[in-house]
């Protein structure tokens, strides 16, 4: 994963729903201008859950598990709830909406920011819509604000309540005063119960193929959106009112499928200035622990601040990162496609069922009122509560079967063998599956190489292929999960030791090793060296004989011969101080006398030759050697040669 392809949903499961952000922060900073109506900051931050009698008990609120997805509770907010044990059907709801809105408004004359098409089949791409926000410049990033670092102090944690069985998970939290449902009090088809009206209800039909629940959602949405246009544009005229509900309406098929259960915006007054926000609510599968979540975060999103808290429902990563979020032109009011930098803070809750992400983030293009905004979803994230049901969630769909080779068994042991010396010497499992009669069971591998310190694997199943593609064994073969697929290892039981001696092969278990074959012989590599003899003198220079050799005469050695000077050499002789006199010890009589060698460095005369093997000394109380490019001479003895 990438930093360009962050909000792609390739890259995060989170990507649709942060695409729903972009696109409110988006209809926001374009249609929110002086026409708005706004409500003073205060009644953000007013109500306090912790204040309100239910506040600590949200899942004793009358919301039945097939209620609203959200409902305005007095004197608290509005509580949202969400499940993963209600998908919904999935039916489309933007054309209906669409056609019930229309039916209230007109459908007469253009909506604001639609590039061709009858304002009877508008869609979400006939407005630009929607857009996917970009990291912004690294400098432009919000601060970590002190509302949210104080939820990384440590806190006590609530259990989750426990449902009845089939519920799944479930969470619940409250949105305060001032943010404008764009999502249905019921959520989408599917999710809640609703009241199947028998005839037309706001232009909506009844029969002609639609399900009643489908119909039924729709009248609310085209109830719901038609209520927050006019509170959103209640002094301005109608036009305003039908082009925000119209354009919130192609919205809502994408709303649905990105998994949010609330999508609402805020349009308030700070000491007389807008300030405008976007709070999206959503769940999606992911199976990663929070430490495993946030270092995902912390690594694909490297423009952003991502730390993990403790919020009284569990652990969370808190993200707050710049995002710039483009505008198309066709609903600015210049006309002008530009691009808008949001402060975006987004918390990752995991759910109890240990595969469910709970997203919550809220944006703001007013970076002066960063530190409003991050109270506002401090509060909201210590209200989250958890319900389950108790039961883990079900694995992922599994993937498509891919066949082992032909002729290719791993085996697992089931049980504890008998101790060996070699793992290969194990027998496979009595249980393992039998293999259809058309195809034999092919041997256990034998000539795998011993596999070291390795923990024992006892919890894998005992897969085995057919001998040949194409045979009815392969087609029956079970589905491999992704950890099994590759190349087959032999495991070593659990009483395997890696330091017991190996057995020596025997004729009916031979070790095979690929490159044993005898191969042709080469000549050998390197340079040849001379080994000598038992009875070999290096110091026969000095005088003593050497055994003479067995059989033949060796050849002469290569290079320059060095002599090397006997035990009582005195390298300072050259100064004048007289060399201690060995003892002296008589030569064999027998000993031949060594033949004089001539002289290498050209210093001493032919005389001195025996007694001075190197030839570094002259007779006389001292001498110096001349430069190497000299002639030998040698100086008088009454010279002193230091000056």
């Known amino acids: ?30 249609l929110f201008d002086a026409r708005a ?32 997805v959200h409902t305005a509770v007095g004197r608290l907010g509005t509580v949202v709830t969400a499940g993963t044990a209600r998908p919904g059907s999935g039916a489309a709801l933007a054309p209906l909406a669409l056609g019930g809105l229309l039916a209230r408004y007109g459908a007469a004359g253009p909506v604001r920011g639609a590039v061709g098409g009858s304002p009877e089949a508008l869609t979400a791409g006939h407005f630009d819509l929607p857009v996917t926000g970009e990291p912004a410049d690294p400098k432009l990033r919000p601060a970590f604000a002190a509302p949210l670092a104080a939820l990384a102090a440590g806190q006590q944690t609530r259990q989750p309540v426990e449902l009845p069985t089939g519920a799944g998970a479930e969470v619940r939290l409250v949105v305060p005063p001032g943010f404008h449902a764009l999502t249905t009090p019921g959520g989408p088809p599917g999710v809640s119960a609703r009241t199947v009206s028998t005839g037309p209800v706001d232009g909506i039909p009844a029969g002609r193929g639609i399900a009643p629940a489908t119909g039924a ?58 300030a405008d926000a976007t709070l999206v609510v959503s769940l ?30 569990g652990p969370a990563a808190v993200l707050v990162e710049g995002r710039s979020v483009p505008v198309p032109g066709p609903l600015a009011a210049d006309g002008v496609r530009r691009w808008a930098v949001t402060s975006v803070v987004e918390a990752f809750v995991p759910l109890p069922d240990g595969a469910s992400v709970l997203c919550v983030q809220l944006t703001t293009a007013q970076p002066q009122d960063w530190e409003l905004y991050t109270d506002v979803f401090a509060e909201l994230l210590k209200s989250v509560q958890f319900g389950w049901d108790g039961v ?57 190489p011993p596999v070291h310190n390795l923990p024992p694997v006892t919890d894998l199943p005992q897969v085995a292929a057919a001998a040949g593609p194409g045979s009815a064994a392969e087609d029956e073969a079970a589905e491999l999960p992704v950890h099994l697929r590759g190349t087959p290892v032999r495991v070593p039981p659990a009483d395997f030791n890696p330091f017991a001696p190996v057995a020596d092969p025997t004729p009916a278990q031979p070790i095979l090793i690929p490159e044993d074959a005898p191969a042709a012989p080469t000549a050998p590599k390197g340079t040849p060296v001379m ?17 003479a050799p067995a059989t033949e005469t060796p050849e002469p050695p290569k290079g320059t011969p060095v002599m090397v000077p006997p035990p009582d050499f005195d390298p300072f002789g050259i100064l004048g101080t007289p060399a201690a006199t060995p003892a002296a010890t008589a030569p064999p009589a027998a000993a031949p006398q060594p033949v004089a060698a001539p002289d290498p460095f050209g210093t001493v005369t032919a005389a001195e030759r025996a007694a001075d093997p190197f030839g570094t000394t002259v007779p006389g109380p001292q001498s110096v050697p001349p430069p190497p490019n000299a002639p030998p001479s040698v100086p008088a003895p009454e010279r002193d040669p230091f000056g």
């Open 217 to 274: 959602a729709a009248a609310e949405l085209t109830a719901h959106l038609a209520e927050a246009a006019e509170e959103l544009f209640s002094g301005t005229a109608p036009a305003d009112r039908r082009e925000f509900a119209l354009i919130a309406a192609a919205l809502a098929d994408v709303v649905t499928a990105s998994g949010a259960v609330y999508a609402g915006v805020a349009a308030v007054q700070v000491d007389g200035r807008a």
């Open 392 to 448: 883990p969630a079900a694995p992922a769909a599994p993937l498509p079967a891919v066949p082992l080779p032909a002729a290719t068994v791993l085996l697992v042991p089931a049980a504890e063998p008998a101790p060996a010396a070699h793992p290969a010497a194990h027998e496979s499992p009595a249980a393992a599956p039998p293999m259809p009669a058309a195809a034999p069971p092919a041997p256990p591998v034998t000539d795998l």
């Open 531 to 547: 080994v000598p003899p038992p009875d070999f003198d290096p110091f026969g220079i000095l005088g003593t004989p050497a055994a």
């Open 37 to 68: 109506s706004r409500h003073p900051a205060a009644v953000l931050t007013e109500l306090r859950s912790t204040t309100h009698p239910a506040a600590e008990a949200l899942f004793q609120l009358p919301l039945a598990p097939n209620g609203p």
């Open 284 to 313: 999606a599968r992911h199976p990663l622990p929070i430490t495993g979540l946030a270092t995902e975060l912390a690594t694909v999103r490297r423009h952003a601040e991502v730390w993990t808290v403790l919020l009284p429902a």
């Open 1 to 30: 994963m990438t930093q360009d392809g962050q909000f792609s949903a390739e890259a995060t499961p989170f990507a649709a729903a942060e695409r729903v952000s972009a696109t409110l922060g988006s209809l926001t900073d374009a």
